[in-house]
Nanobody
Framework: QVQLVESGGGLVQAGGSLRLSCAASGRTFNTYHMGWFRQAPGKEREFVATISWSVGITDYADSVKGRFTISRDNAKNTVYLQMNSLKPEDTAIYYC???????????????????WGQGTQVTVSS
């Protein structure tokens, strides 16, 4: 069982930056792929970024490439999402998720994740 708690959300102006954190419980954190998803009002949950459990292979949604960076600190059981050059369309609830390592890369489909956090709100004003 893995419990995930996100933090770091808030209100920021367009062009600004935020850093989200996701703290995980459990001693096996470093054996899970980790991912970030987001859900805007009236829209489906969408993939943002993922990082693999072993060598830290990362993948990003096209909409955030070059602006967002996912990283993990296994010693702290924490995964991060650094968000730069934020846009109003980045406004959403951001969720952290953990997936059992079936494969070398983290999944980009929400259904392949086993554990989810409660989410943190990110609001970008224009």
């Amino acid at each position: 069982q893995v419990q995930l708690v996100e933090s770091g959300g808030g209100l920021v102006q367009a062009g600004g930056s935020l850093r989200l954190s996701c703290a995980a419980s459990g001693r096996t954190f470093n054996t899970y792929h980790m991912g970030w998803f987001r859900q805007a009002p009236g829209k489906e949950r969408e993939f943002v970024a993922t990082i693999s459990w072993s060598v830290g292979i990362t993948d990003y949604a096209d909409s955030v490439k070059g602006r967002f960076t996912i990283s993990r600190d296994n010693a702290k059981n924490t995964v991060y999402l650094q968000m730069n050059s934020l846009k109003p369309e980045d406004t959403a609830i951001y969720y952290c998720a953990a997936a059992r390592p079936l494969g070398t890369r983290g999944p980009i489909v929400a259904g392949n994740y086993n554990y989810w956090g409660q989410g943190t709100q990110v609001t970008v004003s224009s």
